[in-house]
T-cell receptor, first 116, second 114 residues
Framework: QQQVKQSPQSLIVQKGGIPIINCAYE??????FPWYQQFPGKGPALLIA?????SEKKEGRFTISFNKSAKQFSLHIMDSQPGDSATYFC???????????????FGKGTLLTVNP | KAGVTQTPRYLIKTRGQQVTLSCSPI?????VSWYQQTPGQGLQFLFE???????NKGNFPGRFSGRQFSNSRSEMNVSTLELGDSALYLC?????????????FGEGSWLTVV
């Protein structure tokens, strides 16, 4: 059972474009939603994260939008650059409930290519 | 500050053998978790340790095991290797005292089973 569904699988944009990656979750116990960026040959690195008590969070050119009622969240990359070309993973974690609160559940990833 | 260090970075094993992977967490971090990354299944949680105790375990067979030492360093072992175990194995660390602590990943150990 895939608890976090991510789309699209791949995305190609031109420099300056605004790629949008979407994720949906099923488990209402999730209350922490990070996004990770992974370059080839490297491990995933935390990009930005959001808690469900806010609907939007911005850090630099990266913005997370969160819709708690729809159980969906998305990543927007403003003014995308070729250096942003990487695989992006959304994830979910239950922080406040016990049992699995030290475990990240990941989406399948989106391969983003930003053309010059 | 050094990041999460994993050794070896690359290894090739034969089906039926066993393998041990090592992980040194960021200094001061007491939680270490392991993930398996494959093209088909993506990133999947294996297990998490804090102060030498396993707090969480994913849905993997008993051939996958791990342990954590008193200095927070961790090892994971896979016995009786199968072709499907070929994957990137990622170690991650966090302070661990609060479940919202940021989780930092190493660069992984690439395992190929032939």
């Amino acid at each position: 059972q895939q608890q976090v569904k991510q789309s699209p699988q791949s995305l190609i944009v031109q420099k300056g474009g605004i790629p949008i990656i979407n994720c949906a979750y099923e488990n209402t116990a999730f209350d922490y939603f990070p996004w990770y960026q992974q370059f080839p040959g490297k491990g995933p690195a935390l990009l930005i994260a959001i808690r469900p008590d806010v609907s939007e969070k911005k850090e630099g050119r990266f913005t997370i939008s969160f819709n708690k009622s729809a159980k969906q969240f998305s990543l927007h990359i403003m003014d995308s650059q070729p250096g942003d070309s990487a695989t992006y993973f959304c994830a979910a974690q239950s922080i406040t409930r016990g049992g699995s609160n030290y475990k990240l559940t990941f989406g399948k990833g989106t391969l983003l290519t930003v053309n010059p | 500050k050094a990041g999460v260090t994993q050794t070896p970075r690359y290894l090739i094993k034969t089906r039926g053998q066993q393998v041990t992977l090592s992980c040194s967490p960021i200094s001061g971090h007491r939680s270490v978790s392991w993930y398996q990354q494959t093209p088909g299944q993506g990133l999947q949680f294996l297990f998490e340790y804090f102060s030498e105790t396993q707090r969480n375990k994913g849905n993997f067979p008993g051939r996958f095991s791990g342990r954590q030492f008193s200095n927070s360093r961790s090892e994971m072992n896979v016995s009786t290797l199968e072709l499907g175990d070929s994957a990137l194995y990622l170690c991650a660390s966090s302070l661990g005292s609060y479940s919202g602590n940021t989780i930092y990943f190493g660069e992984g150990s690439w395992l190929t089973v032939v």
